[in-house]
């Protein structure tokens, strides 16, 4: 049976450049689908076709409403080719307009010297954590296992008097396992919980507009990696004015960094 | 006399979302002009003719090919405008093709609770701290006064036997002084040198492939900062296979952080 996630990223060519997919029920949020697997689906539309050994480098999606049951069409679009680097832009659209634009930026990566400045946090073996509790909780929380180090998410009948740290540390992998890949370290950039859930204690109005991914590993370091939990460590510098900041970073099992990302997440109030 | 900054950002309206300009001599880097002009010039035009209040959230700019001398045409177009939110995506183009492409979430932002978690390093103030001499050097570099505080670039004959830290804190001001606004922001988001030279001490044909820019501060805030320097903290993740990545923080006088900002930098070798 083929994995939710491969499901979510199903694209079908309708023809140069253009694809047809359909919103995923197997990661349902609370409206529309969890961005991670949009994300994913954005990059799977620019990855297409591209030569063999080309990469991600860097992807941002911009969400720019929710994405509806049912089936969505993706337009990508070369911007510039160049000898080893190349742009695309992609957007996906649905019946009232577009839902999502993506930028990637993609490229022929060679072997250089390499200095990995940031160092994973010391951690307990994921085996030595328990899973968070995600029956019968909304469908995209189920596609994953979450094994919270740090920073667990403790929804509160009252908001904080002094507001908590927007930090958190934690092994995620996807539910049922699946060999990592570059779409499904996308998706996993987006599944830290809102910051301002965590920094306040009570849910409010929030969705994620725009998140950055940055891509510091190979396909055959990711492919090493297998199923295995991925470490992920997330935190955030300020909420005001309707937005807060989001940054995290995506740890192999073994402390090489796989991707950083960043995102500004919208809430009410 | 108009102010180089303005000269550099100058757009004349040539239809609807349509606009042509010059790359800026007074900003010429190595091979084309100072990333950050270019993504001063993508966001005013995304923010040309939006209604009063509208203010950035995020820019991505993804910058394709050098900048030539001359003329550039600029198309913005709203992908989707809600009632808070809106999202614009803006090209720029010069007879070769694409040179650089732009998405912008701009927002009518409200009062909230706020939450400013990362906190200003202690630094001395700007006048205690000598500016880095710029005379004969790149054009650019004169365009801004440089007071490192920590992690001045210290070119060297030979690469580091051990690499160093890509960290930098410095005070920096547009030279002339000018006060400051969003578009004078998000060029002070490119001023750090490329980290790749910090960590190693020498020069390797390198440049921006990608900067994204959070915004957390109002118009209001910017133009209480004037024309004061404002602090730059910057360091990165990781280098590895023709990429390195970079994140910095834009602090006000007072501690108040104005921006944040990531990118992945292109290095040969």
Chains 1, 2 share one sequence.
């Not at 297409?48 to 049951?69: H, I, K, M, S």
Request: proline fraction near 6%.
């Amino acid at each position: 049976m083929e994995h939710p996630f491969d499901t979510a990223c199903a694209l079908e060519r309708a023809g140069d450049g253009r694809f047809s997919g359909n919103a995923p029920e197997a990661y349902w949020n609370m409206a529309g689908p969890f961005g991670g697997t949009t994300a994913a689906v954005l990059l799977r539309a620019a990855l297409f076709e591209q030569p063999d050994g080309v990469e991600p480098v860097a992807l941002t999606v911009n969400y720019c409403a929710a994405l509806a049951r049912g089936a969505f069409t993706i337009d990508a679009r070369a911007t510039r080719s160049g000898k080893s680097v190349r742009h695309v832009d992609v957007q996906m659209q649905q019946d009232r307009g577009i839902v999502a634009t993506a930028s990637v930026v993609l490229a022929l990566r060679r072997d250089t010297w390499s200095h990995q400045v940031a160092t994973m946090p010391e951690v307990p073996s994921p085996d030595a954590v328990a899973p968070m509790p995600t029956d019968g909780r909304l469908p995209w929380l189920q596609r994953y296992e979450f094994r919270f180090v740090r920073g667990a998410w403790q929804p509160q009948a009252q908001t904080y008097a002094t507001l908590h740290s927007a930090h958190s540390t934690l092994w995620v992998a996807d539910r049922p396992p699946r060999a990592l890949d570059y779409l499904s370290l996308a998706a996993l950039c987006d599944v830290f919980f809102v910051r301002a859930f965590h920094v306040r204690g009570t849910l409010v109005p929030a969705g994620t507009v725009t998140m950055t991914v940055h891509f510091h590993a190979s396909a055959a370091e990711l492919a090493a990696q297998g199923p295995l939990p991925v470490l992920g460590t997330v935190d955030a510098h300020t909420f005001t004015r309707n937005f807060g900041d989001q940054i995290a970073q995506i740890w192999s099992s073994r402390g090489r960094l796989l991707a950083t990302t960043t995102q500004m997440t919208w809430f009410k109030e």
